[in-house]
């Protein structure tokens, strides 16, 4: 059993920057594929970026490609999504998930065991 938690969310302007954190306990991350989701209102729930056990693979969902970086420190058990030139669109709940099969690449979020409670983040324009 993996628990996650996830911290960094809060309110910020169109163009500025986030760092999202997901800790972990009960067992450690570098088991995992690991992956960011986020879900606006009314919105399906979505793939925003993913990352390989050991750290050297990632994936990006179009929308966020070339402005979030996700990346992982096993060391910590922790992993991150730097947010930068955040947009009023990206406004949502991010979720941490962790995958047993490794895959990070997934877009379906069936293929992933466990989640955090998510953290909000709002774009103001």
């Known amino acids: 059993q993996v628990h996650l938690v996830e911290s960094g969310g809060g309110l910020v302007q169109a163009g500025d920057s986030l760092r999202l954190s997901c800790g972990a306990s009960?067992?450690?991350?570098?088991?995992?594929?690991m992956g960011w989701f986020r879900q606006a209102p009314g919105k399906e729930r979505e793939f925003v970026a993913g990352i390989s056990r050991s750290g050297g693979g990632t994936s990006y969902a179009d929308p966020v490609k070339g402005r979030f970086t996700i990346s992982r420190d096993n060391a910590v058990n922790t992993v991150y999504l730097q947010m930068n030139s955040l947009k009023p669109e990206d406004t949502a709940v991010y979720y941490c998930a962790a995958a047993q099969s490794g895959t990070y690449t997934s877009r379906n979020r069936n293929a992933y065991n466990y989640w955090g409670q998510g953290t909000q983040v709002t774009v103001s324009s």
């Open positions: 009960g067992r450690t991350l570098s088991s995992y594929g």
